[in-house]
């Protein structure tokens, strides 16, 4: 065959197969494009998903701070009370209460390993606050009772509720991880359990023995 058919032949050939490449090349460009734009819609629809489960646990982290606050003060407020000799509306404590164990509820789902268990021994610390002030007008020692109860809420109490802050904002990365969190959750428990102690061992003395 001369060079001048060859070359005719060639550039035949390359242009059936252009002719019939270019349809399949053309329906492989759009398949990339709409997997393009289906993996960008993914990660756009992703990304506000994380956003919004963000904000809220945020919006429930948040709650829980500020019902375990309000819980803590409105239990103390209702001890001075008692002590300036007034008797105080329970129902407020109640409902306060009530708000705090609703929003403790909700946290219980969303919080980590590491949060939940500092909340979950804040949430006895505050049940204790609260089980000393039902217990307040009937125990015999009146003034001991009263010391106890002032500094349970002064003290233990009030760390408790600042180390929940605590741990709620190094779960949301708001500040760097807080190195001696399992240490002061530890030490909580241990006063938390010696309060216990004694009010257990006062109520099954007998009332005979007791002061």
Known sequence: MA?????????????????MGAPLL??????????????????RLR???????????????????????????????????????????GSTLDAVRSSYRDQYAQAQMVLPG?????????????ALGYRLVKLLPGRANRQEAWTQAEAWFNKPLAEAVWLLRHALREDLGVIDEFPDLI?????????????????????????????
């Open 183 to 211: 240490e002061h959750r530890a030490q909580l428990k241990a006063v938390r359990r010696r309060v216990e102690g004694e009010l257990d061992t006062e109520q099954n003395r007998p009332v005979s023995d007791r002061p």
């Open 26 to 43: 053309t329906q492989w460009s759009r398949r990339q494009e709409f997997a393009d734009a289906a993996e960008r819609e993914e990660q």
């Open 114 to 126: 590491r949060a939940l268990r500092v909340a979950s021994e804040v949430n006895r610390c505050l």
């Open 47 to 89: 990304q506000e998903r994380d956003e919004r489960d963000l904000q809220h646990k945020r919006d429930v982290y948040a709650a829980l701070n500020s019902s375990a606050r309000a819980y803590r003060t409105a239990a103390y407020d209702f001890v001075l009370a008692l002590k300036r000799g007034e008797d105080p509306d």
């Open 3 to 19: 060079s001048a058919d060859l070359t005719a032949v060639v550039v035949a050939a390359v242009g059936v197969a252009g002719t």
